[in-house]
């Protein structure tokens, strides 16, 4: 099949904006013309590519064509990087979970930011689905948990993330004064960032050597208000150990399970086409988690974590 890099470059803009009124203000053009664009698209595939939901989402015909499209433009963008002065929509998307974004990503992307035109677009999700996003073809590169790369990816080691369980004194006077054991946890509250935050989970099972932990949770998916939720007594839970080092010096949070120490694996996957554009960013993540995550040790390269968003 012959593409029309017309079609497919609305198919892009409407996923990426998640509605056909977005895409055609982002490609200014009208509304109707993004629908006939797509209906024609759909009709030379043989299949729909869009679900028409809120926001609207791509089926599985649609995700190689994706990928094939956010290539095809950093492809452009390599050979013509003047286009990144002029055209808006020169965007660089990528998949990371909360806690890298909120610690050590952007310190590490500031100086990539300062040389380059082309806009950072962040998708926040969970550690074990930030691959899904790249393997669809919604994002360039993904921060994993998982070492292996997906077929036609890469993937390089970052390091070590290290969290903490912690608890604020006020909270562990009330709920566990004897410590955090089998007994208290079924009252006293958790935090957890999301749905599908399975990190506190995992690391109650290895601490309290129980099958299926239960616990209440409050949900509490903002980095910072995690960290402000545990100051104020809330609940317990797991943060990063840069982001509650300060909290640990000055007493104002406590290491409730410091016996069992929990680390987390993060690599780097992004597609096995190199481009100029991907290539400076993969270099200045690497460069950034060196100095800011644990060195990765060889026993821990082919280990896997259920890490959090």
């Not at 390091?159 to 006077?173: E, K, L, T």
């Not at 299926?212 to 995690?226: G, I, K, L």
């Not at 690497?286 to 060195?295: C, K, Q, R």
């Amino acid at each position: 099949m012959k593409i029309d890099f017309a079609l497919l470059e609305c198919l892009e803009a409407v996923v990426t904006e998640g509605s056909f009124e977005k895409a055609a203000r982002t490609l200014s053009i009208t509304q109707s013309a993004v629908s006939q664009r797509i209906r024609q698209f759909e009709q030379q595939v043989g299949a729909p590519l869009l679900f028409r939901t809120r926001p609207v989402t791509p089926t599985p015909a649609a995700q190689p064509l994706l990928r094939f499209a956010r290539q095809t433009q950093l492809l452009a963008l390599d050979v013509w990087p003047e286009l990144l002065e002029t055209v808006s929509r020169g965007r660089v998307r990528i998949a990371v979970n909360a806690d890298s974004l909120g610690s050590w990503v952007l310190p590490a992307l500031a100086p990539w930011a300062e040389r380059n035109a082309a806009m950072l677009d962040f998708v926040v999700d969970d550690q074990e689905h930030t691959q899904e996003w790249l393997r669809n073809g919604e994002v360039i590169g993904s921060i994993s948990s998982d070492p292996a790369p997906a077929h036609g990816f890469r993937s390089v080691a970052l390091g070590v993330m290290r969290y903490r369980c912690v608890a604020s004194p006020a909270f562990i006077a009330r709920y566990l004064p004897r410590g955090l054991d089998r007994t208290v946890i079924h009252r006293a509250p958790a935090l957890v960032f999301n749905r599908r935050d399975a990190l506190l989970t995992e690391h109650l099972r290895r601490h309290l050597r129980i099958k299926e932990p239960y616990f209440p949770n409050h949900f509490v998916p903002a980095y910072e208000a995690f960290l402000s939720a545990a100051l104020l007594g809330y609940g317990y839970g797991l943060l990063p150990e840069v982001q509650c080092a300060q909290a640990l010096a000055s007493g104002s949070l406590v290491d409730i399970t410091p016996n069992t120490p929990l680390t987390v694996p993060l690599y780097w996957h992004t597609w096995g086409l190199a481009t100029e554009l991907v290539s400076t960013l993969s270099a200045a993540l690497v460069e950034g988690a060196s100095h800011a995550l644990e060195a990765m040790p060889a026993p821990t390269r082919a280990a896997r974590k259920t890490p959090r968003a």
